[in-house]
């Protein structure tokens, strides 16, 4: 048996509002669209991860999610441009990741980074 993909699935009213955060932020594209349930993707196919966390690591607090882009100041930048909840600013941290967290349209707090090279 091989796990081929764990999606994360988060409760959203309104999905397609929802979806406007993820695509403006990250530049997602939409792979499904039924209204009640938006599923988002890139066209790079990423390993198959669940991290499991006692606590976020620096004092911060266990993030909802974790998105690894590859460029984070890019992404930091345009989560302030849009006005984004920052809750843990853009930190370059011992174990090698640079990161930040931003809250989502729903409250879901999203741990985003980059490995620094």
Request: glycine share 8%; hydrophobic share 45%; proline share 4%.
């Amino acid at each position: 048996m091989t796990v081929l993909r764990i999606v994360a699935n988060i409760a959203a009213e309104a999905p397609s509002e929802v979806q406007k955060f993820y695509t403006d932020l990250f530049g997602l594209g939409v792979l499904m669209d039924f209204g009640w349930i938006v599923t988002l993707g890139s066209e790079k196919r990423a390993a198959t991860q669940v991290s499991l966390m006692s606590e976020g690591g620096s004092g911060a607090p266990v993030p909802d999610l974790s998105i690894e882009v590859d460029d984070v100041d890019a992404v930091h930048d345009r989560a302030r441009a849009m006005d984004c909840e920052i809750s843990y600013d853009l930190t370059d941290e011992p174990w090698g990741v640079r990161r930040f967290f931003v809250a989502d349209p729903t409250g879901k707090v999203l741990n985003v980074l980059s490995h620094k090279r």
